[in-house]
């Protein structure tokens, strides 16, 4: 499955999820740190995306509320609710 989700309140504008049931296939940033973006997606392949969201789910940028990390972490959080509607 692949969901698309428009982040907020990151210099990235939207976060690609590739979900093979509950496992992490892919993911791709929109926009954001280029190194950090591909670094994050290159360490979440193959995990299974509850550990993913237990991991990053909090995770702050400066004094920003969030983070690419926790925006990826509600990004999974919603496509594994959309996936369990279906």
Do not use: H, W
């Amino acid at each position: 499955m692949e969901y698309r989700y428009k982040t907020k309140g990151t210099c990235a504008s939207e976060i690609l999820v590739e979900l093979d049931g509950d496992i992490v296939r892919n993911v791709c940033f929109k926009g954001g740190c280029n190194g950090n973006a591909k670094g994050i997606g290159s360490l979440v392949q193959g995990m299974k995306a509850d550990e993913v969201i237990r991991r990053c789910k909090g995770i702050r940028c400066g004094f920003k509320r969030t983070s690419c990390p926790d925006q990826l972490a509600q990004a999974l959080n919603e496509a594994m609710e959309q996936q369990a509607q279906k």
